[in-house]
T-cell receptor, first 116, second 112 residues
Framework: GDSVTQMEGPVTLSEEAFLTINCTYTATGYPSLFWYVQYPGEGLQLLLKATKADDKGSNKGFEATYRKETTSFHLEKGSVQVSDSAVYFCALSDQIGGTSYGKLTFGQGTILTVHP | NAGVTQTPKFQVLKTGQSMTLQCAQDMNHNSMYWYRQDPGMGLRLIYYSASEGTTDKGEVPNGYNVSRLNKREFSLRLESAAPSQTSVYFC???????????FGPGTRLTVL
């Protein structure tokens, strides 16, 4: 079945540091890939997405590129802020024979803490 | 728009008790989902409803039942709660033909 593996956390950085959170996946078909963010005490929000190979998703200074050859979708940000402290989830959406029911498979989540 | 709302926010049950978690969305979305979130395991799909009138099992359906009451509402029922069902439960919805799910704020359930 489909699976998503994220780098182990937690990740602790100083403000303005460079962020990378690794994500690799296993899937049948051609899934869409997502990064969701969960701020303390809240539900998940979509951060960015990519729907086909070589697409780059970007939002709020974060970006990730859909790499089919390495089955990866690593999240990066050039300069993190304290307000970026949250849990980040990589996910993929089922895609079988061109049909998607929208079922998401999530990685285990990476806790990011940014210190001033 | 309230988006996706869930009630209650917190609940404590004793083993064997039953309860229903409520979810409603006001975005006219077709598909709705129930996930559970456990430490170190991300979110796992319990049940989903691709459209009004249909429901299907996800990855971890055992011990749960669902009802798609109408297009807006999708409830999750625990008939006989067990400590293994202690978790945070999230409801989500999306519009048919799109791929972005919108999540509710979650229900934190503890089963003693």
């Amino acid at each position: 079945g489909d699976s998503v593996t994220q780098m182990e956390g937690p990740v602790t950085l100083s403000e303005e540091a460079f962020l990378t959170i690794n994500c690799t996946y296993t899937a049948t078909g051609y899934p869409s890939l997502f990064w969701y963010v969960q701020y303390p005490g809240e539900g998940l929000q979509l951060l960015l997405k990519a729907t086909k190979a070589d697409d780059k998703g970007s939002n709020k200074g974060f970006e990730a590129t859909y790499r089919k050859e390495t089955t990866s979708f690593h999240l990066e940000k050039g300069s993190v802020q304290v307000s970026d402290s949250a849990v980040y989830f990589c996910a993929l959406s089922d895609q079988i024979g061109g049909t998607s029911y929208g079922k998401l498979t999530f990685g285990q989540g990476t806790i990011l803490t940014v210190h001033p | 728009n309230a988006g996706v709302t869930q009630t209650p926010k917190f609940q404590v049950l004793k083993t064997g008790q039953s309860m229903t978690l409520q979810c409603a969305q006001d975005m006219n979305h077709n598909s709705m989902y129930w996930y559970r979130q456990d430490p170190g395991m991300g979110l796992r799909l319990i049940y989903y409803s691709a459209s009004e009138g249909t429901t299907d099992k996800g990855e971890v359906p055992n011990g749960y039942n669902v009802s798609r009451l109408n297009k807006r509402e999708f409830s999750l029922r625990l008939e006989s709660a067990a400590p293994s069902q202690t978790s945070v439960y999230f409801c989500a919805s999306k519009l048919q033909g799109t791929d972005t799910q919108y999540f509710g704020p979650g229900t934190r359930l503890t089963v003693l």
